[in-house]
């Protein structure tokens, strides 16, 4: 079963305490101090293992406690040191505080650590305590204590290609036909309940990871069906490789409402490149429908493929267009080698105002962004671009900002709407 979200207690070593002692030896009289100190309490550290792909390894186990260290000993020996316990978690791994909800790391390569309960010191032994008016101390000194919390762990899949598209549109059909994976398929919406990893071997030199991801609808940035939960998983990709349903009955309304959700949970994701499919091309209605689709598509910058997932048409040329694809990537930015994004505001945040003519200009990033994706050419685009208005609360602000039937609504400064109630 795939799991991407748990909650763990970790509790590191105590260390261990100091030793009171005098030496004591045959025609030795007084003794001096000789207490040992403490060995030091394990660390309790988070590791990246990349035979991992899943969290369900802590659905078992959710306690995690290092070795304490050992007392200090006779003759200033010191005692043991306790070894770190490693707990190994898949590459992706976000860790978070549970109950303050701070974010303590991100893991993401092999072989990363993260240690996230230090080990206590150990305590000192009477021998540190001795000074010129206190030579025989009779105290010593007790190990620190161990960290302890409860932590969250949320695993955002790593993948160089993130498949997307609305329910049923085939992904994991694609899936199946160019790896070795074995997800659930099945002619009715959200077969996958669960991300799907598969290693596409385009020769003996080259190959891919593809990660599936389950069908997203409207309202999936707000956690609306299958909820957001899955869209994090995206924010990994280096490119998105966006299928379309050949029998759906606005393919071109699909394509534009999986590009707003994306854009809406995370800006950057409609910055990544974007490989477009048009699939079930082996039913024959589907194929009459292929050259319109084209030519719409076309017409805004993208240049779509036609292939049939269930039969395996046309998906080699697909593979490599993405791996071109991400041999060109340019080079990450210093600045965005960091392993988490973390959105400085919300991007759904929207005002309302009226300019010097009496009309309504609405400005915000998701809804301008959301504006500028879609096709409005077509009525079904439409459609889901006023569904998306109503479900960020645009349309009730309008209404009780006073906007009436016939006055202009403008989304940022480019695109007129008429208000119509």
């Given at each position: 079963m795939f799991v991407d979200e748990a909650q763990i207690y970790v509790r590191s070593g105590k260390g261990g305490d100091g030793f009171m002692h005098f030496h004591r030896e045959k025609f030795v009289a007084r003794g001096g101090p000789d207490g040992g100190d403490g060995g030091r309490g394990g660390d309790l550290i988070l590791k990246v293992e990349k035979r991992l792909n899943t969290l369900s390894a802590f659905r078992h186990k959710t306690r995690y406690i290092a070795e304490d260290g050992l007392r200090g000993g006779v003759n200033n020996m010191t005692g043991?040191?306790?070894?770190?316990?490693?707990?190994?978690?898949?590459?992706?791994?976000?860790?978070?505080?549970?109950?303050?909800?701070?974010?303590?790391?991100?893991?993401?390569?092999?072989?990363?650590?993260?240690?996230?309960?230090?080990?206590?010191?150990?305590?000192?032994?009477?021998?540190?305590?001795?000074?010129?008016?206190?030579?025989?101390?009779?105290?010593?000194?007790?190990?620190?204590?161990?960290?302890?919390?409860?932590?969250?762990?949320?695993?955002?899949?790593?993948?160089?290609?993130?498949?997307?598209?609305v329910p049923n549109a085939g992904k994991s059909s694609f899936l199946a036909s160019v790896t070795a994976a074995k997800p659930k398929i099945a002619d009715y919406p959200f077969t996958t309940l669960e991300p799907n990893l598969g290693v596409a071997e385009l020769d003996l030199d080259h190959s891919i990871v593809l990660a599936d991801v389950p069908g997203l609808i409207e309202g999936a940035h707000l956690g609306v069906g299958l909820g957001d939960s899955f869209l994090r998983h995206i924010q990994r990709t280096k490119v998105i490789l966006h299928m379309l349903d050949g029998m759906a009955e606005d393919p071109i309304a699909d394509f534009d409402q999986i590009n707003q959700e994306m854009a809406l949970y995370d800006p950057k994701l409609s910055e990544k490149p974007q490989v477009v499919v048009f699939n079930k091309m082996d039913i024959p209605e589907v194929a009459e429908r292929w050259p319109q689709v084209q030519k719409d598509l076309s017409g805004y910058g993208y240049e779509p493929m036609a292939i049939s997932a269930a039969t395996s048409v046309n998906v080699k040329p697909v593979l490599w267009k993405l791996f071109d694809l991400l041999q060109n990537l340019p080079e990450p930015e210093e600045e965005e080698t960091l392993p988490l994004y973390v959105p400085q505001e919300d991007p759904r945040l929207f005002t309302i105002s009226q300019d010097e003519d009496g009309d309504w200009v609405v400005r915000g990033v998701s809804i301008e962004r959301a504006a500028k994706m879609t096709f409005w050419e077509h009525s079904g685009s439409v459609r889901r671009f006023q569904k998306l208005l109503q479900t960020l609360g645009i349309e009730d602000a309008l209404r009780k900002a006073g906007v009436q039937n016939g006055d202009t609504v403008m989304i940022g400064d480019r695109f007129e709407l008429e208000w119509i109630d």
């Open positions: 043991r040191s306790a070894e770190n316990l490693v707990v190994p978690v898949p590459a992706g791994t976000i860790i978070y505080d549970a109950s303050t909800g701070q974010l303590l790391g991100d893991l993401v390569t092999q072989g990363q650590e993260l240690v996230v309960a230090k080990g206590g010191r150990g305590g000192r032994g009477n021998t540190h305590f001795v000074s010129a008016s206190h030579q025989a101390p009779r105290t010593a000194e007790k190990g620190a204590p161990a960290e302890e919390r409860w932590l969250k762990l949320e695993l955002k899949l790593i993948a160089d290609v993130g498949i997307v598209g």
